[in-house]
T-cell receptor, first 113, second 115 residues
Framework: KAGVTQTPRYLIKTRGQQVTLSCSPI?????VSWYQQTPGQGLQFLFE???????NKGNFPGRFSGRQFSNSRSEMNVSTLELGDSALYLC????????????FGSGTQLSVL | AQSVTQPDIHITVSEGASLELRCNYS??????LFWYVQSPGQGLQLLLK??????LVQGIKGFEAEFKRSQSSFNLRKPSVHWSDAAEYFC?????????????FGAGTILRVKS
């Protein structure tokens, strides 16, 4: 069974641009969560989707948004990029919520210049 | 609010030596606790988890962790470290929300293994 797939693997953008990251969960998983990882702030929860509905949201500005499609694939979007948005963005999927186990993808490394 | 503290940013151990990584948490209710490992440029892999029951939990790759409620700790241990264990280790507390779940992570401990 394929794992969580995140695309692209690396991304370079400039300040003010917007970016869309994609996450394909494990087949059959209906929950997708997003986390931001930076050297300064560590791993921080962005949001979680289940059955196309946002269930939970972390403390991030409105520039960060996401959505989930009927096939459970998810995208997150960051508008008006800032230098501080440079990070590894990790997606995790689970079969159900609440859950005992999150499966993480390898992440998308975003660099904002 | 929930929080997780990993007091050691870096730890270096010799191959074959024992390992203990410390984790302290703050959470009002019964916590769900996890240890994840991350190799450079990779995602997180679950080593083990504690939800309830036996306070000593076994995980993959020979790791174990002990939940001590009185000390609010969930330390990770391994009796004999292998060079391939070099990675960054994250302790996390899970918050069980009505419609979902999220993890609050510690800052991580980087493990170096010397031969």
């Amino acid at each position: 069974k394929a794992g969580v797939t995140q695309t692209p693997r690396y991304l370079i953008k400039t300040r003010g641009q917007q970016v869309t990251l994609s996450c394909s969960p494990i087949s059959g998983h209906r929950s997708v969560s997003w986390y931001q990882q930076t050297p300064g702030q560590g791993l921080q929860f962005l949001f979680e989707y289940f059955s196309e509905t946002q269930r939970n949201k972390g403390n991030f500005p409105g520039r960060f948004s996401g959505r989930q499609f009927s096939n459970s694939r998810s995208e997150m979007n960051v508008s008006t990029l800032e230098l501080g948005d440079s990070a590894l963005y990790l997606c995790a999927s689970s079969l159900r919520v609440p859950t005992e186990k999150l499966f993480f993808g390898s992440g998308t490394q975003l660099s904002v210049l | 609010a929930q929080s997780v503290t990993q007091p050691d940013i870096h730890i270096t151990v010799s191959e074959g030596a024992s390992l203990e990584l410390r984790c302290n948490y703050s959470y009002g209710a019964t916590p769900y606790l996890f240890w994840y490992v991350q190799s450079p440029g990779q995602g997180l892999q679950l080593l083990l988890k504690y939800f309830s029951g036996d306070t000593l939990v076994q995980g993959i790759k020979g790791f174990e962790a002990e939940f001590k409620r009185s000390q609010s700790s969930f330390n990770l241990r391994k009796p004999s470290v292998h060079w391939s264990d070099a990675a960054e280790y994250f302790c996390a507390v899970g918050t069980k929300m009505e419609y979902g779940n999220k993890l609050v992570f510690g800052a991580g401990t980087i493990l170096r293994v010397k031969s």
